[in-house]
């Protein structure tokens, strides 16, 4: 490592699978419990670095000698980017490679800051019987694919001993065996939206880079449907507008991709995609600017669909939203053959992508037999790494609920002053709650669609009567109710939910008002030491905080603020028992790589 380096990161993340993985080619070792054999040789990995002066794009050829027979061996390079798979080999046999690979500054996981390291990443299965005979590399001008997205595109990290099948893997760590003559750079990082992306810095790394004639693949979706800002028609839209518009100025070409879709539920004998919305936004967009369109939704949808029980054979175990290794084949595939339909072969190799075949549902069963193994590092015992709360008198509540898991450890800002939508507040309140969201939605508010992300919290609150009625608007025209979950969220109405929660029997909880919540909010401390006038506003003993480059409302008088919520829910979770209870099944929870 660097001293560069060294002095660039947040060294605070040194201990975590994201620090081993960035300096071992995306690659860490399994904590394996005591006892484990394994006698498949293909789960071995070689690792090897080339140090390069410069960022840049560059070619690389390598040439191995099998030392014995070889069967299904894969490539890999960067950050665990696959190079080739299904490679078999005789016992003395030589194998050539040349590929092409860009070396760009990187923002990980759990870090605000760049990863400025130089180095070249080669890695290969089956490293007990396969001699590196030789790596060149050579720094030569070519086209570049850039990659922004969500987890579930990302250059996801893999355990030794590999098993493709326990493997988290983001889709577009597979294109790079499909480039013709081009190197692929995947920016897209777990956590974000269309918004983040930009405002984390992800985006400033490819645009300062990118130059003409270059490719910019475009996939969010997941993330902004939590976020009541980014609305398929609204907010997200504008953004992928802007994207394809900006990347054009700049000389590349655009492709827009619907998000891929998690295994669908049911509702009424069908199923259903909470992100179809998103899918659609996609494709308007993509026809209003002639940009070129990838439906992986509904591709991804039909899949599961037709799979059955084995759809789950495609994601990671546990989850339904992140694909592993074998999920991430099947959409790079599909990615790769419908993206030539619609442009020309100068960025992907059509006779390596005719011949390439994706996983089927006969997954082996050995490969679903996993090693038992310890529990990993606690990313929640590091330092919050959000930007914006460093020497803020909040800062040690906020790190208490970030040690709660209450926070999303993937992106750069708390935006700690700022307001709260009502809706937005649900998620991390659930998380406190340890209380999951129910479907169907049975459209209770008019301003609540079964496709909102938030619909599922906002009937359980409906079933359990936590929602105060002095908190419900209704609509002038029609009469129907609103739950209003754009508008900022109040000390009252924020209290009500806890206290209402508190409170176990039905019967007295739908009698708790704002005004009682606001009372035993003080004195259960919910928020420390302070207290409320009689209209809710809170009384303030401290000075006025300063807010620097905030871009959101700030929280002024009756309006709770960000950190004080995250206060709010720590200390609720100190009165209800801390973390012993799990956290609710089904919960979308990014894999940090």
Known sequence: ??????????????????????????????????????????????????????????????????????????????????????????????????????????IPALSAKRYVDKTIYVSFTHADIVQLCDIKVLKEEVPVIWVAGDSTLTDQNAGIPYYPYGSCAGWAQTILRFAKKAAVC??????????????????????????????????????????????????????????????????????????????????????????????????????KLKAPFIDLHDYTFDKWIE???????????????????????????????????????????????????????????????????????????IEPPYV?????????????AFKYCLLDPCVMYAHPYAVMPRAQLLMVMFKAFRMAGKRPYGGEFADISKYDWDAGYIQALVDEDMIDEKTIGHDKESGKKLFRPDDSLTYAEFMSFIVRFLEKNKEKRKKVTLEQSLRKAYELRILGDVSFTKDGKKIFKDTKQNVINEKYEIATETYISRAEIYMGLAR??????????????????????
């Open 388 to 400: 914006d709360i460093k020497g803020i008198p909040e800062y040690k509540d906020i790190k208490k």
């Open 1 to 106: 490592m660097s001293r560069e380096t060294e002095n660039i990161l947040d060294m605070n993340i040194k201990d975590t699978d994201t620090w081993k993985a960035l300096n071992n080619g995306g690659w860490t070792n399994r904590r394996l419990k005591e006892g484990y054999k394994c006698d498949n040789c293909k789960r071995a990995i070689a690792i090897k670095k080339v140090t390069v002066s410069e960022f840049g794009t560059y070619r690389v050829d390598l040439e191995f000698m099998a030392k014995d027979n070889i069967r299904d061996m894969s490539l890999f390079a960067g950050r665990r980017n696959m190079v080739s798979r299904g490679i078999n080999l005789a016992k003395g046999e030589k194998y050539k490679k040349s590929f092409y690979i860009a070396v760009t500054p990187y």
């Open 186 to 287: 995947n920016l897209a990082h777990s956590g974000m939206t269309s918004n983040c992306f930009r405002d984390d810095g992800h985006y400033g790394i490819a645009k300062k880079m990118m130059k003409k004639g270059d490719f910019f693949i475009i996939q969010f979706g997941h993330n902004d449907q939590k976020r009541r800002n980014l609305q398929p028609f609204g907010g997200y839209s504008d953004n992928l507008e802007k994207y394809v518009e900006e990347v054009r100025k700049l000389g590349a070409f655009p492709v827009i991709c619907s998000p891929i879709s998690r295994i669908p539920a049911m509702e009424d004998g069908k199923y259903y995609s909470l992100l179809a919305p998103y899918r659609d936004a996609c494709e308007r967009v993509a026809n």
């Open 572 to 593: 609720f979770m100190d009165i209800a028992g801390g973390v012993e209870s799990d956290l609710p099944s089904g919960l979308d929870i990014h894999p940090v790589h």
């Open 307 to 381: 799979f059955g029980d084995s759809a789950k054979d495609f994601f990671i175990p546990g989850d339904i939203t992140h694909t592993n290794e074998y999920g991430a084949l099947l959409i790079g595939d599909f990615f790769a053959k419908e993206i030539t339909k619609q442009s020309d072969d100068s960025f992907f190799d059509k006779k390596i992508i005719e011949n390439s075949k994706a996983p089927v549902t006969d997954i082996a069963s050995e490969e679903k037999t996993l090693p038992k193994e310890k529990p990993g590092f606690d990313i929640f015992g």
